[in-house]
């Protein structure tokens, strides 16, 4: 949740949580599963803490794996959308000012959490330390490589071209304002290997980015989301805004998507 003006935008509480949780699993559930389940290897039995749980769609993929003797936490600042389960304890939860749960955990999975929180790097290697020996952390935040990648894999004319500049700056220029670490996921792991882990992985993930697909969708979410903002504080109009929400829905239309990339650390046996 942004600590702005803007938060409120993108709390919990907001009309627009539910779809905007549903639209982040569509674009990073497939991704996370496999690598919880076939790099990490979540079992019968396992204890993990789910971080920033959302809509709860991680929480409950990891209480089928662990089995009626696994037991899950999922934590989030307003944790509503985490549904009952007999194995998901959901709480309300600040990973940066309140008490962690008691240790220790086989898994420890936060994604695009740690890229918005203060003292990030401190907060990892806590996280690693919150492990079982040969627990995992696993740590995912987007990366946006736009700078050398540009915006776009589909011909634009040069006025679409200008709109989605100015929209994909107001972006960064709130994230920037609220603290949002785009180059955080790139850091991660050697932030991690200086703490002395030696089992650290990357990996690189970046999801379609058709007009129509969750990720186009999810831009689209927040042109409306963002709009007093972007009108405030670009040279975007309410006529560009249209024009950009009818691109994203175009399979014509194909944008750079951020990056996802993966830490998965464990913890020496």
């Known amino acids: 949740?942004?600590?702005?003006?803007?938060?409120?935008?993108?709390?919990?509480?907001?009309?627009?949580?539910?779809?905007?949780?549903?639209?982040?699993?569509?674009?990073?559930?497939?991704?996370?599963?496999?690598v919880l389940g076939e790099v990490v290897g979540v079992g019968h039995g396992w204890r993990c803490w789910e971080v920033g749980a959302g809509d709860g769609s991680v929480a409950r993929w990891l209480a089928a794996r662990v089995g009626t003797?696994?037991?899950?936490?999922?934590?989030?600042?307003?944790?509503?959308?985490?549904?009952?389960?007999?194995r998901i304890e959901a709480i309300e939860h600040d990973l940066a000012a309140d008490p962690w749960p008691e240790p220790e955990f086989d898994l420890i999975h936060a994604r695009l959490v740690l890229m918005h929180v203060a003292g990030k790097e401190d907060i990892a290697t806590k996280l690693a330390a919150h492990l079982?020996?040969?627990?995992?952390?696993?740590?995912?935040?987007?990366?946006?490589?736009?700078?050398?990648?540009?915006?776009f894999n589909s011909p634009v004319d040069e006025y679409t071209a200008r709109i989605f500049q100015s929209y994909h700056d107001g972006v960064h220029e709130l994230a920037r304002?609220?603290?949002?670490?785009?180059?955080?996921a790139s850091r991660t792991p050697e932030i991690l290997a200086a703490a002395g882990y030696?089992?650290?992985?990357?990996?690189?993930?970046q999801a379609p980015g058709q007009g129509g697909s969750p990720t186009?969708?999810?831009?689209?979410?927040?042109?409306?989301?963002?709009?007093?903002?972007?009108?405030?504080?670009?040279?975007?109009?309410?006529?560009?805004?249209?024009?950009i929400r009818t691109?994203?829905?175009?399979?014509?239309?194909?944008?750079?998507?951020?990056?996802?990339?993966?830490?998965?650390?464990r913890a020496p046996k």
């Open 132 to 151: 079982r020996p040969g627990g995992a952390l696993v740590l995912t935040d987007w990366y946006c490589g736009c700078a050398t990648e540009g915006l």
């Open 198 to 205: 030696e089992n650290v992985t990357l990996r690189d993930y």
């Open 69 to 86: 003797s696994g037991h899950v936490v999922a934590s989030d600042l307003k944790p509503q959308h985490v549904p009952r389960h007999p």
């Open 216 to 243: 186009a969708r999810l831009a689209r979410l927040h042109s409306g989301m963002l709009e007093p903002f972007l009108l405030n504080q670009t040279d975007l109009k309410p006529a560009d805004l249209d024009v």
């Open 1 to 34: 949740m942004y600590r702005t003006e803007h938060e409120q935008r993108f709390d919990n509480d907001s009309e627009a949580a539910p779809e905007q949780l549903s639209l982040l699993a569509e674009i990073l559930n497939r991704e996370t599963f496999g």
């Open 247 to 265: 691109k994203l829905l175009d399979p014509e239309f194909e944008m750079v998507t951020n990056h996802t990339y993966t830490t998965i650390v």
């Open 177 to 184: 304002q609220t603290g949002m670490d785009f180059g955080w």
